[in-house]
T-cell receptor, first 119, second 113 residues
Framework: NAGVTQTPKFQVLKTGQSMTLQCAQDMNHNSMYWYRQDPGMGLRLIYYSASEGTTDKGEVPNGYNVSRLNKREFSLRLESAAPSQTSVYFC??????????????????FGPGTRLTVL | QQQVKQSPQSLIVQKGGISIINCAYENTAFDYFPWYQQFPGKGPALLIAIRPDVSEKKEGRFTISFNKSAKQFSLHIMDSQPGDSATYFCAAPGGTGANNLFFGTGTRLTVIP
């Protein structure tokens, strides 16, 4: 059980280049998320997918697009990278529904992150 | 939406001391308030969480205290150890169906041996 995996681990881009960050989970979770983490800013939600087939904007979606390819995979695309997109990107997933015993599932499980530098 | 304010930004504690991190939230409509722990180079991981029907939850050396009327909750780490040195994030639910989490800005804890 690998949990949430992300590729690549590191990436350096030049301004204007494009790239796709990949995320996959093997926990059969419904919801998936993309965050960026910047010093002093915490984790900010870029996009999320509440369930397969749906995607929605989070707090900071500008400059990004996403694709929920299937239940397992959720990719983040930078069409024209800018230095302001230098950050550490985390993917997360969550079971949406009720656990045994009736409690709502709330825990998000995070991947190891992708460190992106845009020159 | 949800706004979450966390303090302090950084904290240095002697081994064996108590670490206290505070968090304030705005939207009271939801019922789940977690703390995440992040080690350098790793993704955040759930440490402990509380539902507001209780005022305190304890798991080992980690305790969440919850004050619903003040819209605040705090993390207490008793007998702090160097291995607790990490960044801690509080979070509160928000968004459609409370399916999302809004995170505080993080507290970098350093425990000195």
């Amino acid at each position: 059980n690998a949990g949430v995996t992300q590729t690549p681990k590191f990436q350096v881009l030049k301004t204007g280049q494009s790239m796709t960050l990949q995320c996959a989970q093997d926990m059969n979770h419904n919801s998936m998320y993309w965050y960026r983490q910047d010093p002093g800013m915490g984790l900010r939600l870029i996009y999320y997918s509440a369930s397969e087939g749906t995607t929605d904007k989070g707090e900071v979606p500008n400059g990004y697009n996403v694709s929920r390819l299937n239940k397992r995979e959720f990719s983040l695309r930078l069409e024209s990278a800018a230095p302001s997109q230098t950050s550490v990107y985390f993917c997360a997933s969550k079971f949406r529904g009720r656990l045994a015993g009736g409690k709502t599932a709330n825990e998000q499980f995070f991947g190891p992150g992708t460190r992106l530098t845009v020159l | 939406q949800q706004q979450v304010k966390q303090s302090p930004q950084s904290l240095i504690v002697q081994k064996g001391g108590i670490s206290i991190i505070n968090c304030a939230y705005e939207n009271t409509a939801f019922d789940y308030f977690p703390w995440y722990q992040q080690f350098p180079g790793k993704g955040p991981a759930l440490l402990i969480a509380i539902r507001p029907d209780v005022s305190e939850k304890k798991e080992g050396r980690f305790t969440i205290s919850f004050n619903k009327s003040a819209k605040q909750f705090s993390l207490h780490i008793m007998d702090s150890q160097p291995g607790d040195s990490a960044t801690y994030f509080c979070a509160a639910p928000g968004g459609t169906g409370a399916n999302n989490l809004f995170f505080g800005t993080g507290t970098r804890l350093t425990v000195i041996p």
